[in-house]
Nanobody, 123 residues
């Protein structure tokens, strides 16, 4: 049974940067696309970015294009989300998910989820 473990969240000022990590255990990592989502209380989980299993293709929601970058190191079974130029609107709990179907932007259907990591951006 696979598991995703997230790390890297925290408190940062507007304009700052954070790098989230998503470490996979117990699964054939290259077979899974990795999606990044975020959620604030009272709202549905919002898709942020997704990277293909091979790491050769990425997609981003419009609000983070040019600021966030998804990557992965399949030799280390780890995916990353580099977040730059953060603003208070990025404050949320961030989740990584693994999907055997390939890169998808819908949270429903993902095979595995990380535990979530809190990102707070102060103004």
């Amino acid at each position: 049974q696979g598991q995703l473990v997230e790390s890297g969240g925290g408190l940062v000022q507007t304009g700052g940067s954070l790098r989230l990590s998503c470490a996979a255990r117990g699964l054939t990592f290259p077979n899974y696309a990795v999606g990044w989502f975020r959620q604030v209380p009272g709202k549905t989980r919002e898709w942020v970015a997704v990277i293909s299993g091979a790491g050769d293709a990425t997609w981003y929601t419009d609000s983070v294009k040019g600021r966030f970058a998804a990557g992965r190191d399949n030799a280390k079974n780890t995916a990353y989300l580099q977040m730059n130029e953060l603003n208070p609107g990025d404050t949320a709990t961030y989740y990584c998910g693994a999907d055997r179907r390939g890169p998808t932007t819908y949270a429903v259907g993902y095979d595995l989820w990380g535990q979530g990591t809190q990102v707070t951006v102060s103004s």
